[in-house]
Nanobody
Framework: QVQLVESGGGLVQAGGSLRLSCAAS????????MGWFRQAPGKEREFVAA????????YYADSVKGRFTISRENAKNTVYLEMNSLNPEDTAVYYC?????????????????????WGQGTQVTVSS
């Protein structure tokens, strides 16, 4: 089974930055894509960003485009999310997700149901 561990969350003032990390481990596995989702109190889980593992193609939600950057270290099966210009609306629990199998279409990246494994989440709180 694949295990995902997020780190890097915390409390930051509006306009500040944070860098999240997610390391995948466990049984030998392949990786097709990894992504980030978030869930704020009282709201549904929403897509944030994703990256294909071979080509490095990135996908972003409109709400974070231009502010967040997703990147990867293939050899370590680790994905990062650099968050800049944070605002209180970014406050949420951020979850890392992993997909093993090949897939076709944008929905492979921005739909939570397309992922196989999930981390436990890391809290990001942005104060005003």
């Amino acid at each position: 089974q694949v295990q995902l561990v997020e780190s890097g969350g915390g409390l930051v003032q509006a306009g500040g930055s944070l860098r999240l990390s997610c390391a995948a481990s466990g049984r030998t596995f392949s990786t097709y894509a990894m992504g980030w989702f978030r869930q704020a109190p009282g709201k549904e889980r929403e897509f944030v960003a994703a990256i294909s593992w071979t080509g490095g193609t990135t996908y972003y939600a409109d709400s974070v485009k231009g502010r967040f950057t997703i990147s990867r270290e293939n050899a370590k099966n680790t994905v990062y999310l650099e968050m800049n210009s944070l605002n209180p609306e970014d406050t949420a629990v951020y979850y890392c997700a992993h997909r093993r199998k090949s897939c076709s279409g944008v929905g492979c990246y921005d739909q939570g149901g397309r992922y196989d494994s999930w981390g436990q989440g890391t809290q990001v709180t942005v104060s005003s």
